[in-house]
């Protein structure tokens, strides 16, 4: 727990997905994915409470089952910062954290490096920390699927793409290349202008929801970890999450 912030955990969680439809409820190791990943989230003891919220009356009734904290959406939901944003409108919260709910897990040291951003922002330049990891292999970096992330020197987002940024035209200059993870922690109030601001040609382009945070004007300041946690997005992901239980 953080001494001078209210900090939250919102696990956003949809029984639809286009790669592997219902993950979330799948066994892994005697509970469900998405079970796992609330306790997970629970045991890192980094936030004051951890929420599940869902679209869907079997998670909910699942989360509910084994004494979790769950939220109904009431609305639909085109992304996870809107799911989230609807849930914590009335909360007293400063801090948000997004945990995937297919990443049981969860990465303690790397969800801790993005609080103390916000720790030590006393002057309250931080709107969103996220995290990027360095990629090394040209497949990597040529991959969509992929979001890239440049930054300026003080490590604070420029732009997002699936393409391969910067393009590396000087070849005599050598660049790293960094690929976003998804997790987020974000201001309360940098949530809930999100929820109200329309979706840009941008965003929609490239199918990434951070760009409507930076084309209007938010802070998202970079963490770099060699630590990524594993997410479930295939059957054989499943497996090997099953076998590293085992």
Request: aromatic share 10%; net charge negative.
């Amino acid at each position: 727990m953080f001494k001078n912030f209210r900090a939250i955990a919102m696990i956003p969680a949809r029984y639809e997905a286009s790669r592997f439809p219902g993950k979330l409820m799948q066994d892994l190791a005697g509970k469900t994915v998405i079970v796992r990943t609330y306790e997970a989230a629970k045991s890192t003891q980094l936030f004051d409470e951890v929420y599940v919220v869902t679209d869907s009356e079997l998670i909910f009734s699942e989360i509910e089952k084994e004494g979790g904290k769950v939220i109904m959406s009431q609305k639909e939901h085109y992304c996870g910062s809107d799911r989230i944003a609807e849930a914590v409108r009335d909360m007293e919260v400063d801090i948000v954290v997004n945990v995937q709910g297919d990443e049981p897990f969860i990465n303690e040291k790397a969800l801790s490096l993005l609080l103390k951003e916000f720790e030590n922002d006393a002057d309250g330049l931080i709107d969103l920390a996220s995290l990027k990891v360095k990629l090394t292999e040209e497949d990597d970096i040529q991959n969509p699927n992929n979001v890239k992330v440049i930054t300026d020197l003080k490590n604070f987002a420029l732009y997002f793409s699936r393409s391969p940024i910067p393009f590396h035209r000087a070849k005599e200059i050598e660049v790293d290349y960094f690929k976003h993870v998804g997790i987020y922690a974000f201001r309360k109030k940098a949530l809930t202008d999100f929820y109200n601001l329309p979706m840009s040609p941008l965003e929609a382009a490239e199918k990434i929801e951070c760009i409507r945070y930076l084309e209007n004007g938010k802070t998202i300041k970079m963490v770099e970890t060699s630590e990524v946690s594993i997410g479930i997005d295939t059957p054989e992901d499943l497996e090997k999450a099953r076998q590293k239980f085992n």
